[in-house]
T-cell receptor, first 111, second 114 residues
Framework: KAGVTQTPRYLIKTRGQQVTLSCSPISGHRSVSWYQQTPGQGLQFLFEYFSETQRNKGNFPGRFSGRQFSNSRSEMNVSTLELGDSALYLC??????????FGPGTRLTVT | AQSVTQLDSHVSVSEGTPVLLRCNYSSSYSPSLFWYVQHPNKGLQLLLKYTSAATLVKGINGFEAEFKKSETSFHLTKPSAHMSDAAEYFCVVTHNNAGNMLTFGGGTRLMVKP
């Protein structure tokens, strides 16, 4: 089976802009979770979607949002980008409440 | 609430010597515990998981971990380090009520000297 794919792999944006990141889970997986990884804060949970519904949410401001489509693909959006949003954004998929498989990540740089 | 503390931010070993990466957890519920590895510029790969079955868990690449409830620990070990083991390792906790929300430790960077 193909693994979790994330696009784009690298992204450079300017402060104040918005960005959309995409994640395609492993075939048959219905849960997609998103994590932010930064040197200062480490790995933090953003949110999880299961069957097109947000099932869990981390402690991030409303500028961070996501959605999941009927084919389980997921997108996350960050509006009004801040310098502190520069990070590696990781997506993970799971059949349900099981071990999670991570994608390679999208490296976002905000200038 | 749940949390994970990885007791060493950096560990350096010589090739062929044992590896010990230490992890303590806190959880209000019966935890599920994982170790993930991250190689430079790569995503996270699952090494092993504990989900209330055997307390000694064997994973990939010769790694294993022992769940000790009395010590709230889940240390990762390997008898003999290889150069390819150099990476960052994350101890992770979750529980049934948290769904798929993983809580990560701060990570331990393992360096392997020739």
């Amino acid at each position: 089976k193909a693994g979790v794919t994330q696009t784009p792999r690298y992204l450079i944006k300017t402060r104040g802009q918005q960005v959309t990141l995409s994640c395609s889970p492993i075939s048959g997986h219905r849960s997609v979770s998103w994590y932010q990884q930064t040197p200062g804060q480490g790995l933090q949970f953003l949110f999880e979607y299961f069957s097109e519904t947000q099932r869990n949410k981390g402690n991030f401001p409303g500028r961070f949002s996501g959605r999941q489509f009927s084919n389980s693909r997921s997108e996350m959006n960050v509006s009004t980008l801040e310098l502190g949003d520069s990070a590696l954004y990781l997506c993970a998929s799971s059949p349900d409440r099981d071990e999670q498989y991570f994608g390679p990540g999208t490296r976002l740089t905000v200038t | 609430a749940q949390s994970v503390t990885q007791l060493d931010s950096h560990v350096s070993v010589s090739e062929g010597t044992p590896v010990l990466l230490r992890c303590n957890y806190s959880s209000s519920y019966s935890p599920s515990l994982f170790w993930y590895v991250q190689h430079p510029n790569k995503g996270l790969q699952l090494l092993l998981k504990y989900t209330s079955a055997a307390t000694l868990v064997k994973g990939i690449n010769g790694f294993e971990a022992e769940f000790k409830k009395s010590e709230t620990s889940f240390h990762l070990t390997k008898p003999s380090a290889h150069m390819s083991d150099a990476a960052e390792y994350f101890c992770v906790v979750t529980h049934n009520n948290a769904g798929n929300m993983l809580t990560f430790g701060g990570g331990t960077r393992l360096m392997v000297k020739p």
